[in-house]
């Protein structure tokens, strides 16, 4: 077993350092491209089953049964059909971020009071325009919740893509396991892990952000 | 020759100034009730009348109303303003060109007052000129400052701001017809009463058609140039003019719907000079006095509270022109009440 020394770590970061950028590159495209599919899929699923009631439960019961395959075993039955790489990733990471996203984006349709709703059709808007004036600007702040959730999941989950060749920092820590006991086993699998919690939190103040400058001002709090 | 829908929406929506409303044989059942929520239930609204719908909850007053702008679509009957029928119009593009304001206001919190009150507008594809110039106008007429107001949010707002708004909101395209659902249900009942001032200045110069629905019988009466008093199925038990109403309810319901004091109730709406006001020496004096344009119960309020026999009735100067007493307050409403105790009739004079 390998000490830990601190200095060998800086002096891998120094020497490493263009493949960790890389690294974190990769990982956060691959969670940015899996969350805009994932946003496309289920804000329009939920726009279009939030106000019948059984493709509404059916889709969410769905979502929730792909979100308790465990991530590997999911990897694992994507390869036989679409190989190593970037594709089997997106799909898997697209299929965890559906059900917060589809969930929040029904929960926040249908949350809209039926005050707000009743006058809207009263005043002459059609469904359509209900929905796109009214029902998802007053959702909007809900929906992003769900995208929040689903980032986190996602960054956590990508790290385990490197088991089916995918990219980002997974890599470095699936490297570090699979070489233990040699020098910079620990700092493979540290670098990894610590670089996969920063972009986590770094993320998560992204989207408080995100959800503070695109919602209304009469809705916040 | 036929009109086209479209062209039949557009005159209605030129005929700003009230138009006139008529509900024939109209009926709403739903499928798993046995008993129809409006039966067979015809009225005419003349234009800029304003029609109180009263009754107690789920007679089928809001039902009846709804039916008008097809947020509910009736099961039978027909509905037509100013003689075009609204069944065969597109719901949507009537909707716009008819005033909706409901108890729970319904404000979009996304939007400022003035984008609340532009969605109309804005769906009939006004100029953004016209639009503003009209936003303006609004919040002016319903006493909000433009300029303090027109860019805040609806949270920021007091409940009774909020029902303004609602009210400029439903104006905003000067629709002929307004439908109204308890508006001012919600508001307490200091802010209610001055809603209801303004509401009836603002109608006295817009002179829209309105179908106002309430379940408190003194708004009916503040409010109504005619009141609908309406039982289950939104059966019309009595429909006339509130003085005739209190004056003469046509059946034990109605009756007992008024309540207690229609006599109190009838007070307000008759003004001081409508008694036969005595000489301004029979007042005893006394620094209470009435204005010539308060109501008999003004009157009699100041009556009772100073415990005098007459006080000086003045005129807008504040120059005596009479006395009011008790008795020439009575002799009004004995005046209009065909059954007052001088010429009753045996069987009714042993009622209580």
């Known amino acids: ?221 | 020759m036929p009109k086209t829908p479209a062209t039949a929406i557009l005159q209605i929506a030129r005929n700003t100034s009230g138009a006139r409303i008529v509900l024939d044989q109209v009926t709403k059942s739903y499928a798993n009730q046995p008993v129809a929520a409006v039966e067979n239930f015809s009225i005419a609204a003349e234009p800029g009348e304003l029609i109180m719908f009263v009754g107690p909850s789920g007679c089928g007053k809001t039902t009846t109303m709804k039916m008008i702008n097809r947020i509910i679509e009736p099961t039978s009957g027909s509905i037509s303003i100013d003689g075009r029928d609204v069944l065969s119009l597109d719901p949507h593009e009537l909707r716009r060109h008819i005033g909706y304001v409901i108890q729970q206001i319904g404000l979009f919190p996304h939007m400022t007052i003035a984008e609340n009150i532009a969605v109309v507008p804005k769906l009939l594809g006004w100029t953004k000129e016209k639009t503003a110039d009209r936003i303006d106008e609004l919040l002016t007429t319903v006493e909000l400052d433009p300029r303090e107001f027109a860019h805040r949010y609806p949270k920021q707002l007091s409940g009774g701001q909020q029902q303004r708004v609602g009210v400029a909101r439903a104006l905003a395209a000067d629709p002929p017809v307004m439908l109204m659902d308890e508006p001012f249900g919600a508001t307490d009942p200091i802010t209610r009463e001055k809603l209801q001032a303004e509401f009836l200045r603002l109608q006295e110069t817009l002179g829209k058609t309105i179908i106002f629905v309430t379940h408190d019988f003194d708004e009916a009466v503040r409010l109504g140039d005619r009141i609908a008093v309406l039982s289950g199925r939104s059966q019309i038990e009595q429909f006339d003019t509130p003085a005739n109403i209190l004056a003469a309810p046509a059946n034990d319901y109605v009756a007992s719907f008024i309540g207690h004091g229609a006599a109190i109730k009838r007070l307000t709406l008759i003004p001081v000079t409508e008694a036969r006001l005595g000489p301004a020496s029979e007042s005893s004096g006394g620094p209470v006095t009435v204005r010539a344009t308060d109501s008999l119960r003004d009157a009699l309020d100041s009556l009772v509270l100073t415990g005098l026999g007459a006080l000086t009735v003045l005129d807008f100067d504040g120059v005596a022109i009479g006395s009011i007493s008790m008795e020439r307050i009575s002799a009004v409403l004995g005046a209009q009440v065909p059954s007052a105790p001088t010429g009753l009739p045996p069987a009714a004079a042993d009622r209580p």
């Open chain 1, 1 to 221: 077993m390998t000490q830990f020394d601190f200095g060998r770590l800086l002096h891998f970061w120094e020497t490493r350092g263009p493949d960790i950028v890389g690294l974190v590159v990769e990982h956060i495209s691959v969670v940015a491209v899996s969350l805009l599919i994932a946003m496309i899929i289920g804000v329009g699923v939920g726009m279009l089953v939030w106000d019948r009631p059984l493709p509404r439960s059916t889709v969410i019961a769905a979502a929730g049964v792909a979100l308790t395959i465990p991530s590997l075993a999911m990897l694992a039955l994507l390869i036989p059909t679409f190989g190593l790489g970037w594709t089997p990733t997106i799909i898997a990471l697209v299929m965890y971020s559906l059900l917060p996203i589809v969930r929040n984006t029904v929960v926040g349709l249908r949350e809209v009071a039926p005050a707000v709703m009743e006058s809207a059709t009263g005043m002459g808007m059609n469904k359509f325009t209900v929905l796109f004036r009214v029902q998802l600007p007053i959702a909007w702040p809900i929906i992003l919740t769900g995208v929040r959730v689903a980032a986190q999941l996602t960054i956590g989950v990508a790290a385990i893509a490197a088991y089916v060749a995918g990219p980002g920092l997974g890599t470095f820590i699936f490297r570090g396991l699979s070489s233990l006991g040699s020098v910079n086993a620990l700092n493979f699998a540290l670098t990894g892990t610590l670089g996969v919690v920063l972009l986590a939190l770094i993320v998560d103040a992204l989207f408080v952000a995100i959800t503070r400058y695109s919602t209304s001002k009469g809705l916040r709090a």
